[in-house]
């Protein structure tokens, strides 16, 4: 059985990723198997930043948003002369398999060491719920809290105003984060890259809520990289009797302490990883489907279609 296994977290940082490095650890001591936290993702395993975990190393991480062995990008890994570096490190510090926890990015560089002869399982660590091979992504239920607290308190100010706020959230060109949230919030228009973008629409939509319906205020919830939202905002106001007011909540919605579905997620994924390594397997990575931990070729996952959302904005439109 391997003796000794790597961990790290790459791309970008979801709340969640300290509660799976923590099961990821605790697992592998139980089962007898050793740990190296790798520092910064792919770039620290390039330049050999990593060091031994021991079960009191992950304490009190449980609760931490972001990452205690830090994340980065290093497009350069894509070389495979890169990644022979790398390997020569992990054999330096004897590490014979590595958890990689982030997202579609990072499963590709696990794919791509896999396949040079040293075992990784991905662990989907993303705020966007952008891969499609689970249900849900760490990071993403604790962002999703997040984004409905912020637009809450959007709605008193703009209920107060006769105000449409305009609320661009993130989801790296994933719905989810806007619609799960719109939906969260009762918000009037949500706009995803699956809903798709029409201007007209949205205003004509305000108007009929304003005159038809007699609303005194709207929420529109928007995906990043759709529109400009101070734009959009600027359009309401000269088209529509709202005072439209944009939003953009950016980075805060990578912070906090993750949720307990979170935490569960991450625990149970974790050790799913472990079990895995510890069979000899690699080149997988772990989901839940159904409630279910599951696991599956790295290269099916990235292959994947997107389930359809069409139900939930459906859904919506039904209920606004
Ligand atoms: P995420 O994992 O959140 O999707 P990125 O797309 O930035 O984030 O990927 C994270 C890292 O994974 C990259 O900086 C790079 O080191 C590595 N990576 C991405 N694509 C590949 C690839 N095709 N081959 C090898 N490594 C890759």
Redesign the pocket.
């Known amino acids: 059985m391997v003796k000794r296994i790597g961990v790290l977290t790459?791309?970008?940082d979801a709340p969640g990723m300290n509660a799976a490095i923590r099961a990821v650890t605790r697992s592998a001591i139980a089962r007898g198997i050793e740990v190296v936290g790798i520092y910064d993702?792919?770039?620290g395993m390039y330049e050999g930043k990593m060091e031994l975990l021991s079960t009191k190393s992950v304490s009190d991480v449980m609760i931490r948003g972001g990452t205690i062995i830090g994340t980065?990008?290093?497009?350069?890994?894509?070389d495979e002369s890169v990644?022979k570096v790398a390997i020569e490190n992990l054999k330096k510090f004897e590490v014979e398999a590595v958890v990689v926890i982030?997202?579609?990015?990072?499963?590709?560089?696990a794919?791509?060491l896999t396949n040079m002869g040293i075992n990784c399982i991905g662990l989907p660590g993303?705020i966007d719920n952008d891969i499609v091979s689970t249900e849900y992504t760490i990071g993403f239920d604790t962002a999703l809290n997040t984004v409905i607290q912020a637009i809450d308190k959007l709605r008193d100010t703009s209920s107060s105003h006769h105000r449409c706020s305009v609320v661009e959230v993130m989801g790296n060109r994933c719905g989810d984060l806007a619609l799960y949230s719109g939906l969260s919030c009762g918000a009037e228009i949500i706009i995803t890259p699956e809903t798709g973008y029409d201007e007209v629409e949205v205003l004509n939509k305000l108007r009929y809520f304003e005159e038809v319906k007699h609303k005194n205020h709207a929420i529109v919830v928007i995906s990043e990289k759709i529109t400009d939202v101070e734009m959009l905002a600027q359009k309401i106001s000269n088209a529509t009797k709202f005072s439209g007011r944009a939003t953009v909540l950016g980075h805060v919605q990578r912070g906090g302490s993750p949720t307990a579905f979170d935490r569960v997620l991450a625990t149970r994924m974790g050790d799913k990883a472990v079990e895995l390594l510890a069979n000899n397997i690699g080149g997988q990575c772990v989901g839940m489907i159904n409630n279910k931990i599951v696991s599956i070729d790295i290269n099916e996952a990235l292959a994947m279609p997107k389930a359809s959302r069409k139900h939930l904005s459906e859904l919506h439109e039904r209920l606004v």
């Open positions: 790459s791309g970008g993702g792919f770039k980065a990008r290093l497009p350069e890994f894509k990644r982030g997202g579609d990015g990072s499963y590709r560089g794919m791509a993303t």
